[in-house]
């Protein structure tokens, strides 16, 4: 799992970024091309991937800093029940940052996770001692990070990375995965999740992958659509709109990509481990992301709004022995919290009572075409409805304030929720949001602690 990693961030999908490993897995397993995360945000988005529940259930719509409850089941939990072993290495966001994650292990343990080597997202590296950050610190090193990170060097700015390679943390972590595989016995069943803290910002990508592409041969972003600042939905609340000049957002976008492709290398080397084990064909690999990244489009970048670039995530599955068609795109329509019920599936575990997550099995193995009518992701009590036909924004009172035309405007240009002869529209997919509201009910016991709201 990666963090704000675009859904089209793949090289056989946009046609220009190196991601060999990645291209591979799309070759031996399924691409669903249309994956929606639950919320815009990471915490919002992890909580509904680990609970199967929305946030309108959770009451969580943005970061902010909380605990998920572990009496309350997840899928985690189903799958160690089921006599395996269970391992994260990497970020979690699933409960309150402490000044050292290592005093949450018995939350991790609850959660169903038996080995943890948990980190922060890279904002919280300065602050908060992980494995990793000790071994900065046992190195003399973390001072020089804090100083870094620490330093004037403004949000919307590439820079160089502070340390040596081995301690980058999208190394730091796959490697760390890798020495748990290795040493794994024989013949017993594992489970384990490597969650990479990129490509999020900063945009501090090592050398040499920090000028592997040339910002001038980078692709171009997609314009901003017209009248977008006159729209009174997320668009206006929490995006980062830029006025970067466009060879300071190529000089992000290639630095964006060379994270893309770091990560994959290392993707690359855990599947070598697993290829040495021997045990490919007999191992479920799942990729995806939390949400995705704007990354300069339409004079934008983060998240936090409803458009494809932010919204969309990548979701590449590879069954065990080839059950499913390999080299395939699905086109169905899916939900972050799919992941999570896909791996219970496969590793015959029972999904929480309260879960509305869908398995995506069947697909996978030619027993159903279809998987949902429709999709949704929340965030600041907006709701962004995705069908087959359209996407369209609520606002808290249901009323729409962006409306696109999936399959004649995949470039999401034309906004069509204050034409006249949309009204009709707009109120059907209305009245589906409705529906879907009165079948899920709040749930909002899940959790612990609920204080302020923090950004990350």
Not at 13 to 38: E, Q
């Amino acid at each position: 799992m990666a963090d704000q990693f675009r859904h089209d961030a793949i090289g056989c999908v946009n046609g220009w970024m190196k991601t060999p490993n990645l291209d591979r897995i799309c070759r031996t397993g399924t691409r669903f091309a249309n994956t929606y995360s639950n919320s815009l945000e990471c915490v919002p988005a992890r909580f509904s991937l680990a609970t199967g529940l929305y946030p309108h259930q959770t009451g969580i719509w943005t970061n902010m800093p909380i605990t998920l409850n572990p009496e309350i089941a997840n899928w985690m939990q189903a799958v160690e029940a089921r006599g395996y072993r269970t391992s994260l290495f990497g970020k979690t966001h699933l409960h309150r940052t402490k000044r050292d994650l290592r005093d949450g292990l018995p939350l991790m343990h609850a959660y169903g996770f038996q080995t943890v080597s948990e980190t922060t997202g890279p904002p919280g590296n300065a602050r908060v001692l992980s494995d990793m950050t000790a071994e900065w610190e046992a190195r003399g090193l973390w001072d020089v990070y804090k100083a870094d990170a620490h330093s004037d060097a403004g949000h919307f700015q590439t820079r160089p990375w502070p340390l040596p390679f081995d301690l980058y943390y999208d190394v730091y972590v796959p490697q760390a995965a890798r020495r748990y595989l290795r040493d794994l016995p024989e013949g017993a069943p594992w489970f384990c999740c490597v969650s990479f803290g990129g490509p999020h910002p900063p945009y501090d990508t090592p050398e040499p992958y920090a000028s592997l592409y040339r910002p001038e041969q980078i692709p171009p972003p997609a314009p901003r659509m017209p009248y977008a600042d006159e729209s009174k939905g997320l668009l206006q609340n929490r995006t980062a709109k830029t006025r970067l000049s466009p060879s300071k957002v190529l000089a992000i976008k290639a630095n964006y990509a060379g994270a893309i492709t770091l990560i994959d290398e290392q993707i690359g080397e855990l599947l070598s481990t697993v290829e040495a084990r021997g045990e490919m064909d007999d191992t479920l690999i799942v990729f995806t992301s939390d949400h995705g990244e704007m990354d300069g489009d339409q004079s934008l970048f983060g998240k936090g709004n409803g458009l494809d670039p932010a919204a969309k995530v990548p979701l590449i599955v590879v069954s065990p022995k080839s059950a499913a068609a390999a080299n395939a795109t699905s086109a169905v329509l899916v939900e972050l919290m799919d992941v999570g019920a896909t791996v219970a599936d496969y590793a015959g575990a029972d999904l929480p009572r309260l879960s509305n997550a869908r398995s995506l099995r069947p697909v996978l193995e030619g027993r159903k075409a279809e998987h949902r009518d429709f999709v949704v992701s929340e965030f600041e009590e907006h709701y962004i409805l995705v069908t087959t036909r359209w996407k369209v924004e609520f606002n808290p009172r249901i009323r729409p304030m962006l409306l696109f035309d999936r399959q004649n405007d995949p470039g999401e240009r034309n906004d069509l929720s204050r034409e006249p002869d949309m009204q009709p529209v707009c109120a059907e997919l209305a009245e589906l949001l409705e529906a879907f509201l009165a079948r899920t009910p709040s749930r909002e016991g899940v959790f612990i602690a609920k204080q302020r709201k923090r950004r990350d």
